[in-house]
């Protein structure tokens, strides 16, 4: 009889096999069905359908209040996230097994509380930086022919958002709750994006010195000889015009928030006029 | 011109129909569609010098809670061919590009309007107890709407674009074309300006500054930038380290 028990537990355990097709499927997924008002929900649902079934084999109501609870609205970054996943898939499996303690609350909080936090650091982490980065540093060299260096940057970024994903799935399963607060404290975490925010910017500077182009034509002649007034200012300090124009736009987004339109129109026009009166 | 058009479509759905969205957003930089369209054309290094010019201005495309500030895949797809088709000038390219950047946003609520429907019919699948044609209504049905969402607009304009481009070309005055082009010089600035709101504590600016005027004047490889910039951040953090120490004790 209890040889019985053990054999039907066993098939219910959730192995490594179930969480790496949950993990891909979620990859998959995770941003197809985003919608208005629930975001990923769709995608955590049916990245975690398969691993349901299975924990809730003999017990369908409960699949079914699992379903619904998992299809409630959810949004979080695809890659640093996926550590939610890991955490609910061992507390439903708790659940199925008996334990009580683990409650649908319980649940939907850690859902709900995590997913904001994990979306701000992994956004600003994974395309702020594993991203932008590397196309600094790997753009020039496009521009200067090399089809390589195209594709660099997201070759970087597909295997640390793919192994970090990984990582993190597995980790929230074997840990529990209390695996993400050791990764959003940790004062490593926090020294990491100190260093590369640094690089980051000066690696931006550099860029724009070299990228943003806007010099003028301007000259006046006195008796004696023509004076180009591009050359006065590159002997004063090189590259004013450009890094006013940077500067300008950095505070207006500062200041009114990221209204691209009215940037990119206002940066039209005013090159439009500049260039009729013949400034450009 | 039939088959290449289905391709650049099939290539922007790709992008951004977000199926593994490790990948299709990986594949949507322009730097990278550039070489693919280039590679659809029979002219690679066209295409990569028209993609890495147009990347420059969605250096800092940071999809904050996935909301995209433009669409640099519809530019890429769209911008791309049509230079290619009538050897644009790269800075004319960007600013052929950014019109189409900003109606890809709406392109992007369209799908998640539609994406509403498929929440309801996967609550009825649930209560129904069908759980793999919930599978069907979270991934499948969705991305193949959005296929057509996301194809239909590239392919019409690759199929038909390069004609209308080049006639609007003809059309306009020189000095507009002059402005526009020194507007696609100019507006990488908007990229970097981005990119410094989102990475940079503002108290960082400084290196930014530094940054751009030790290029200015010395003009280094962007790998070299990097050693610099990288081992001024570990220089930074072990003072920030030692006065951290200081103030707890």
Request: charged share 15%; net charge neutral.
């Amino acid at each position: 009889m209890s040889s019985k028990v053990e054999v039907q537990n066993d098939s219910k355990k959730v192995t490594k096999f179930d969480l790496f097709i949950a993990w891909l499927r979620w990859c998959l997924v995770v941003e197809v069905p985003v919608s208005f008002d629930r975001m990923q929900a769709l995608g955590f649902c049916y990245s975690i359908n398969k691993i349901l079934r299975k924990v809730y084999k003999d017990q369908p109501e409960e699949l079914q209040q699992a379903m619904r609870r998992h299809a409630r609205m959810f949004n979080t970054n695809a890659d640093w996230g996926s550590v939610i996943h890991g955490i609910i898939i061992s507390l439903e499996e708790q659940r199925a097994r008996g334990n009580k303690d683990v409650s649908e609350e319980m649940m939907e909080s850690l859902k709900i509380g995590l997913m904001g936090p994990l979306a701000g650091i992994g956004d600003s982490v994974d395309q702020g930086i594993v991203m932008t980065i590397p196309l600094a540093i790997f753009v020039p060299m496009a521009l200067n022919g090399s089809i390589f260096a195209a594709f660099v940057p997201s070759l970087i970024y597909m295997a640390w958002a793919y192994g970090f994903s990984w990582f993190l799935f597995n980790r929230g399963y074997n840990l529990g709750k209390n695996s993400v607060l050791s990764i959003l404290q940790s004062g490593a975490i926090k020294k990491v994006i100190d260093i590369a925010s640094i690089v980051g910017l000066f690696m931006i500077g550099c860029l724009s010195a070299a990228y943003v182009k806007f010099e003028t034509i301007l000259s006046y002649s006195s008796e004696a000889e023509t004076v180009q007034v591009q050359e006065l200012i590159d002997n004063m300090i090189p590259n004013l015009l450009p890094f006013a124009l940077v500067m300008g736009i950095y505070y207006f987004i500062i200041k009114k928030g990221p209204k691209y339109l009215q940037i990119i129109l206002f940066v039209m026009v005013f090159a439009i006029l500049l260039t009729l009166i013949g400034v450009i | 011109m039939f088959v290449q058009s289905i391709l650049v479509g099939l290539l922007y759905w790709l992008s951004m129909g977000r199926a593994h969205y490790f990948f299709s957003y990986a594949l949507r930089r322009p730097v990278v569609l550039g070489v693919l369209i280039g590679w659809i054309f029979g002219d690679a290094q066209a295409g990569l010098l028209y993609g890495a010019t147009i990347q420059l201005l969605y250096m800092g495309g940071i999809e904050a809670g996935g909301n995209i500030p433009s669409d640099q895949a519809l530019a890429a797809c769209i911008a791309i061919p049509a230079a290619l088709l009538n050897n644009l000038d790269p800075t004319t390219a960007v600013a052929l590009a950014i019109p189409f950047g900003v109606l890809g946003v709406l392109i992007n609520n369209v799908r998640r309007t539609i994406n509403t429907f498929f929440n309801s019919r996967s609550d009825t699948m649930i209560e129904q107890e069908k759980y793999d044609k919930v599978s069907l209504y979270t991934f499948l049905l969705p991305w193949l709407a959005n296929g057509v969402l996301y194809f239909t607009p590239v392919f019409i304009a690759t199929l038909f674009g390069a004609n209308v481009v080049q006639a609007f070309i003809d059309f306009i005055p020189e000095w507009i074309m002059n402005g526009l082009s020194n507007a696609g010089a100019m507006l990488p600035a908007l990229g970097f300006s981005l990119t410094l709101v989102v990475m940079g504590k503002r108290h960082y600016l400084p290196f930014f500054v530094l940054g751009f005027f030790a290029y200015s004047i010395a003009g280094f490889s962007m790998l070299t930038g990097a050693v610099f910039a990288l081992s001024l951040a570990m220089i930074v953090s072990l003072f920030k380290q030692h006065s951290d120490e200081e103030g707890i004790a």
